[in-house]
């Protein structure tokens, strides 16, 4: 039934073998960066990639500071704790996304509330978003209160799904009138732009990652993104121990993290972001060529959103209903051609199915149709 598709797809790809989702490309500075950390013997937690990793991603973005993490789930759990995120304290997220943004508010001790999306940009719905505190907060003392369960709402974590960048400034301007942090999920939307800012710069904070299936990759890693002087410095001093300066002593002032990212794995990111555009350009491309494809076919491919560039870091299609997913996954995924459906919601999971939720039609819509397809950056 899907012949046709997995055949275009094995043409773009130029190949009969597997065709994995994402599989990351070294191209460029990779090994000769990787030589020069080993010869330096500066592998681990100090060193000049992780320095100039840092500087470079801020201008990328276009923040004022970056310090960079061991993953992305240390970032957002960072990130949480910097903006005040305190146990008992109620996080604001979407439902559908990937478990790292969950786990990071649980490992806070803080509890999720879940506002949908949007079909359109697969991200937090402002709308969603301006309904459920219209309904259920109030502000006093600075402080947004939950009226139904007397709990402060801290912070508010959107994420950009697949690299489509969600209506951040909305979602900005009501996280501000409310009160509440915002710290924008951006793991998987560098090089995506929403009314020509980058993603992850719109928020009190933003987090990318470097994982290996992500857009560029460090093996493992990942980083938070700011224009706040003092918090860039209280994410360092968290994330390295809390270790207070000294040229021998032992000294650390609060209860600290080991969420430093290791030079070496710097020295592969570094590299990997020299060629960021590369990636993009070949991304948008292939973006293109599905988009061409799909156009005349009985599926609908995702593009970006109103007002924005995504990066097209995984494409994805809808299909008509959720047999017509599940038979897609298995045609393609038994003739070679990896593809997976969107994420279960994350208020379907047993750790939060008794969360608070509003309204979550898109995203159950959504839950049963999307179907990531292979979004590799084509070799050569
Ligand atoms: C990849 C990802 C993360 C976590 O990143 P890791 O580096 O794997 O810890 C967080 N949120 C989203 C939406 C992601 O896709």
């Given at each position: 039934m899907y012949k046709d598709v997995i055949d275009f797809i094995k043409s773009v790809y130029k190949t009969d073998e597997f065709i994995p989702l994402h599989e990351p490309r070294f191209i460029g500075n990779e090994k000769k960066y990787l030589n020069e950390c080993i010869d330096s013997t500066f592998?681990?937690?100090?060193?000049e990639f992780v320095d100039r990793f840092e500087s470079s991603i801020a201008e990328f973005v276009g923040a004022r500071y970056a310090v960079a993490t061991s993953n992305g789930t240390s970032a957002l759990h960072i990130s949480l704790l910097a903006v005040g995120v305190e146990s008992g304290d109620e996080v604001i997220t979407q439902p559908l996304t990937f478990v790292a943004t969950c786990n990071a508010i649980s490992y806070c001790n803080a509890i999720p509330v879940f506002v949908d999306v949007d079909r359109d940009t697969m991200g937090m719905s402002a709308i969603s978003l301006k309904v459920f505190l219209e309904e259920n907060a109030i502000v006093e003392n600075d402080t947004c209160i939950n009226k139904k369960t007397g709990k402060a709402i801290k912070a508010c974590v959107p994420m950009h799904t697949f690299g489509h960048p969600c209506r951040i400034d909305e979602i900005k301007e009501i996280c501000d009138k409310y009160n509440i942090s915002l710290v924008e999920d951006a793991a998987e939307s560098l090089g995506s732009y929403y009314k020509d800012k980058h993603t992850g710069t719109f928020g009190k904070l933003g987090v990318f990652s470097f994982n290996g299936n992500k857009i560029i990759t460090s093996g493992g890693g990942g980083c938070v993104v700011t224009d706040d002087e003092e918090i860039a410095k209280k994410i360092k001093h968290m994330t390295t121990t809390a270790k207070v300066p000294h040229k021998w002593e032992y000294k650390h002032d609060m209860t600290g993290y080991n969420y430093r990212m290791p030079n070496i794995n710097a020295a592969l990111l570094v590299a990997q972001l020299e060629n960021i555009s590369v990636f993009i350009k070949n991304k948008h491309e292939l973006a293109r060529m599905y988009e061409n494809y799909f156009s005349t076919k009985n599926m609908t491919f995702v593009k970006s959103p109103v007002n924005s560039e995504a990066n097209y870091w995984l494409n994805s299609i809808i299909l008509n209903s959720k047999e017509d997913r599940d038979s897609f996954l298995e045609e393609t995924n038994s003739r070679n051609v990896m593809t997976r459906p969107i994420w279960c919601l994350m208020s379907k999971l047993d750790m939060y199915k008794d969360a608070q939720c509003g309204d979550l039609d898109n995203s159950v819509w959504l839950e049963s149709r999307v179907v990531n397809i292979p979004s590799s950056v084509r070799p050569g």
């Open positions: 592998v681990s937690s100090v060193g």
